[in-house]
């Protein structure tokens, strides 16, 4: 009765604000901005900030302190994946798409319109890439990792089910399982839809935006729920294969492929300059650190900078989180504590800055050293585009382009089917969901994105999500006291064995 209770009400939920979102597009939109700019950026700035920090804070600690060496399965457990297809696996459902849209606009946007300064100058171009490290590194992977983390330990050190309240039973105990805990578990899922859904609708316009720009395809609301039909089959029929086969294959492939493309650009672009861009970004991002994690500004009126990007990305990757944490937890058996954040915090954030460096980077010299002004103004006016209109720069442009387009496409599929396969895993409660579960998610996910994106909901869902990472923070912190709790027990019993024994209880 438990799981249907959880199903029914996550469906019911979703469907509520899937009606908003249809009926009041607008209402929404405004009554989410009005959360995320007004209330939260006025009263809890502050507390997305530091949150964002503790997250990743709490994953170093864990990794280099006396619980590195505890492993996420038996003591003798080896990994299930090789590390490449790992980082692989996690690298596609946490990034996906964002690699190539926001890779190209955001570093161009911030030299555009920087945190503080003046903009379209050198000064906001460094500003620019140090901030874009910022947002898409160590704050964004912890948040992700911190909830993989925990869930992992759970699931393989203490044998539990595969759902977020499990967790918190060393914690508050039996409550974990009542009311509290299904409607935490009500909320995971609804997370775990809207993030999946906006990231579908909203990838679906900008790739048929692509096509119509490259192939003169129209870009037509028909056509672009004819490419959700597709896309949807694929990623069902790549989750039905399960783990091992199709989610596994696909994000080899499409890593090898997204490589390629990073290669391809670099070799053709200003080489030596990206060089540079990389080695002068890594280290303005070590030095300010700790000063932009911390940076509010207290005597300016309002936070409409930050709350859109600061404050929108902490929210978002803590909601998008639950899903991406979910899915990591479920690939990363049998790996020490200090494997896992190695894997899933410090070497993607290393990776990402790289792609940003070369992607955005390349951007930024076509225009600041350059002088083509044309990819700015495109990128203000369209952001779909402007990332095919900046491959056309390149001499191998066809090349490129055909070889970005099949990377979005299984980026897609990849974090799609990771999704359905997690839904799947939270409505049985096993790491092993039946197909039946994965095709009735995929038909949900797939139904709700068209419906939104039909009525212009899928913005105002999107700012919904990131706006749902406060009370989930509060969440994410509990599980964090419980499964230090866990973990000391854990380390208290290995350290005094003779406990373990009722018959030396004495010498105790």
């Known amino acids: 009765m438990g799981k249907n209770i959880v199903i029914i009400g996550s469906l019911l939920l979703t469907l509520a604000f899937v009606a908003f ?27 997305y900030m530091l949150v964002a920090l503790l997250f990743v804070v709490i994953c170093l600690y864990a990794a280099f302190s006396k619980y590195g060496k505890i492993k996420l399965g ?12 790992w980082i692989a696996m996690l690298y596609s459902s946490g990034l996906a798409i964002s690699l190539f849209f926001w890779g190209v606009a955001e570093p161009v946007l911030m030299y555009i319109d920087p945190p503080y300064g003046a903009g379209e100058t050198k000064e906001s171009a460094e500003l ?25 330990y759970f699931q393989y050190r203490k044998n539990t089910a595969p759902l977020i309240n499990q967790t918190l039973h060393p914690l ?24 999946i859904t906006t990231s579908l609708g909203l990838g679906v316009t ?3 935006a692509g096509f119509e ?21 694929m990623f069902i029929i790549s989750a039905s294969t399960g783990i091992k086969r199709g989610i596994k294959w696909l994000s080899n492939i499409n890593i090898v492929i997204a490589l390629s493309i990073m290669i391809l650009i670099f ?13 002068t970004s890594t280290g303005d991002y070590i030095q300010n650190f700790i000063g932009m994690s911390f940076h509010l500004e207290p005597f300016v009126p309002d936070y409409t900078w930050q709350a859109g990007w600061d404050f929108f990305y902490w929210g978002w990757a803590i909601s998008f989180g639950v899903f991406v944490g979910l899915f990591i937890a479920r690939i990363s058996r049998g790996r020490t504590i200090k494997e896992f954040v190695i894997g899933a915090v410090l070497i993607p954030t290393f990776a990402t800055m790289v792609w940003y460096s070369i992607i955005g980077g390349t951007a930024l010299f076509n225009i600041v050293t350059l002088g083509n002004n044309e990819l700015a103004v495109r990128i203000l006016e369209n952001m779909d585009t402007a990332l095919f209109y900046f491959l056309e720069l390149f001499p191998a442009s066809s090349l490129i382009i055909g070889l970005t387009f099949v990377s979005l496409i299984i980026f897609f599929v990849t974090s799609a089917d990771s999704t359905v396969y997690v839904l799947g895993m939270y409505s049985e409660e096993t790491t092993e969901p039946s197909n039946k579960m994965k095709v009735l998610w995929g038909v949900v996910i797939a139904g709700v994105a068209i419906a939104l994106l039909l009525s212009g909901g899928l913005v105002p869902l999107q700012t919904v999500s990131a706006v749902a990472g406060l009370p989930f923070s509060l969440v994410v912190i509990l599980m964090i006291f419980s499964f230090f709790k866990s973990m ?18 004495k010498l105790g």
């Open 74 to 85: 038996k003591d003798d457990e080896k990994p299930e994946f090789s590390t490449f297809t």
């Open 267 to 279: 070799i053709l672009g200003p080489t030596m300059n990206l060089i540079e861009l990389l080695v």
């Open 128 to 152: 620019a890439m140090q901030y874009t490290f910022f947002h898409w590194g160590l704050h964004s992977w912890g948040a992700y990792a911190i909830i993989g983390l925990i869930m992992a």
């Open 172 to 195: 508050i105990g039996d409550r974990a399982f009542g009311p509290v805990g299904k409607f935490i578990n009500i909320i995971a899922i609804f997370a775990v839809i809207s993030g």
């Open 213 to 233: 720009y490259v192939w003169g395809i129209s870009n037509t609301p028909t056509n672009q729920i004819i490419l959700i039909l597709i896309l949807s089959v």
């Open 206 to 208: 900008q790739m048929g």
């Open 488 to 505: 000391r027990n854990e380390v208290a019993d290995n350290e005094n064995p003779t406990i373990k024994d009722p018959r030396n209880r």
């Open 21 to 47: 979102g249809i009926f009041a597009p607008e209402t929404m939109g405004e009554l989410a901005n009005y959360v995320l700019f007004s209330f939260i950026g006025d009263y809890f700035g502050w507390y």
